[in-house]
């Protein structure tokens, strides 16, 4: 099985900046998708950015030119450079992946694995 685990979350004035990491463990053979989503108070889970197939990248509307993402596939990590925070950037913020994992002879798949949750708060 391959599991997720975030970090790098906490409180920051608005305009400041945080960067979150991902690190994935298991018998990990490769990513078909990558990851962030977040969910705010009340609102529904949501993509922030995500990798597909480890090149095209895509951004909510609402993060385009402030978040950067970046894979790190030798250390299986995924980190999300968050710059010119906003009040509104205020959720837990989840890491997903669709993964491969086990052997080269007897590969498996698990298309929806999530990380426990990190929270951001940015205060005004």
């Known amino acids: 099985q391959v599991q997720l685990a975030e970090s790098g979350g906490g409180l920051v004035q608005a305009g400041g900046s945080l960067t979150l990491s991902c690190v994935a463990s298991g018998k990990i053979l490769n990513f078909n998708a990558m990851g962030w989503y977040r969910q705010a108070p009340g609102k529904q889970r949501e993509l922030v950015a995500h990798f597909v197939n480890g090149e095209s990248t895509k951004y909510a509307d609402s993060v385009k030119g402030r978040f950067t993402v970046s894979m790190n596939n030798a250390k299986n990590t995924m980190t999300l450079q968050m710059n010119n925070l906003k009040r509104e950037d205020t959720a837990v913020y989840y890491c997903?992946?669709?993964?491969?994992?086990?052997?080269?002879?007897?590969?498996?798949?698990?298309?929806?694995?999530w990380g426990q949750g990190t929270q951001v708060t940015v205060s005004s």
């Open positions: 997903n992946a669709d993964v491969m994992y086990g052997t080269t002879l007897s590969p498996h798949r698990d298309r929806d694995v």
